[in-house]
């Protein structure tokens, strides 16, 4: 299994930019959540899908960031325009439903600069 | 809500030294409880967990206690190595329904030869 995967790894853009972040789940996982982690801040869960649909958005942080699930293997999260405050590590998940243990599986990130 | 709260950082210790790092959790009915560890550089991976009372999760030498009575899952490894330098993630996820998982604030381990 190649785990979640995360593009890119490495994204540096002048503030005002447009920038999305894509993720591909574990195949056969119903359950994809978008994380944001900074040092001041920590782990912040940004939004969560179950079967392709959005049922917690309340961690986005406002109307500049935006995001999608079109099949049950892309996500993408957008931000436009980005900003400074913008800069974090962006962490996608997937899991698959469980009666009891609902572990989630982490992509590797993608480190974004907003200068 | 729910909450998880987990001893502050950093923690350096000499190799082969036993470690413990003390997590509580604030829940309603019987929540799963993890710990995730993040090496530098790479996402979150889980090392272990528990789904109910009393259950003890292991892996890798790390073990964890469910603790309904008191609350809480508290890491433990009786010999760490360099190896083991990352950021530990105590986190629950409640019993049915919605998936999200609450995560605590992280604990980084530096593990020195």
């Known amino acids: 299994d190649a785990g979640v995967i995360q593009s890119p790894r490495h994204e540096v853009t002048e503030m005002g930019q447009e920038v999305t972040l894509r993720c591909k789940p574990i195949s056969g996982h119903n359950s994809l959540f978008w994380y944001r982690q900074t040092m001041m801040r920590g782990l912040e869960l940004l939004i969560y899908?179950?079967?392709?649909?959005?049922?917690?958005d309340s961690g986005m942080p406002e109307d500049r960031f935006s995001a999608k699930m079109p099949n049950a293997s892309f996500s993408t999260l957008k931000i436009q325009p980005s900003e400074p405050r913008d800069s974090a590590v962006y962490f996608c998940?997937?899991?698959?439903?469980?009666?009891?243990?609902?572990?989630?599986?982490f992509g590797p990130g993608t480190r974004l600069t907003v200068t | 809500g729910n909450s998880v709260t987990q001893m502050e950082g950093p923690v350096t210790l000499s190799e082969e030294a036993f470690l413990t790092i003390n997590c509580t959790y604030t829940?309603?009915?019987?929540?799963?409880l993890f710990w995730y560890v993040q090496y530098p550089g790479e996402g979150l991976q889980l090392l272990l967990k528990a789904t109910k009372a009393d259950d003890k999760g292991s892996n890798k030498g790390f073990e964890a206690t469910y603790r309904k009575e008191t609350t809480s899952f508290h890491l433990e490894k009786g010999s760490v190595q360099v190896s083991d330098s990352a950021v530990y993630f105590c986190?629950?996820?409640?019993?049915?329904?919605?998936?999200?998982?609450?995560f605590g604030t992280g604990t980084k381990l530096q593990v020195i030869p």
């Open positions: 986190a629950l996820s409640p019993s049915g329904g919605y998936q999200k998982v609450t």
């Open positions: 829940a309603t009915g019987y929540p799963s």
């Open positions: 998940a997937s899991s698959s439903s469980g009666r009891y243990s609902y572990e989630q599986y």
């Open positions: 899908f179950n079967n392709n649909v959005p049922i917690d």
